[in-house]
Nanobody, 127 residues
């Protein structure tokens, strides 16, 4: 069974940094695109970033471009989301998700394209 375990959330001050981890089991990262999404109460879950190992590409939402970096460690089966220069509007529950195959710029941020989801990890940025 495919399982995703997100961790690393917490409370951080404005301008601080956090690194989220998504530990994946039951799949081979080379064959999957791993996306990061976030959600706040009353809002749709939005795509934050995606790494598509198959095509060796990464994608970012405009709101996080230049501040967040997605990467993966195949030996550990883990995908990371390094978040720098955090802002209050980054406060959300963050989820990782997996899609078998590759993603492109037109579909990586659509949550319905991802079959497998981990539980969320809460990130709170205090001002």
């Amino acid at each position: 069974d495919v399982q995703l375990q997100a961790s690393g959330g917490g409370l951080v001050q404005v301008g601080g940094l956090l690194r989220l981890s998504c530990a994946a089991s039951g799949l081979t990262l080379d064959n999957y695109a791993i996306g990061w999404f976030r959600q706040t109460p009353g809002k749709e879950r939005e795509g934050v970033s995606c790494i598509s190992r198959w095509t060796d590409t990464t994608f970012y939402a405009d709101s996080v471009k230049g501040r967040f970096t997605v990467s993966l460690d195949n030996t550990k089966g883990t995908v990371y989301l390094e978040m720098n220069s955090l802002k209050p509007e980054d406060t959300a529950v963050y989820y990782c998700a997996a899609h078998l195959g590759h993603m492109n710029g037109r579909n990586w941020y659509r949550r319905l394209n991802y079959r497998y989801w981990g539980q969320g990890t809460l990130v709170t940025v205090s001002s």
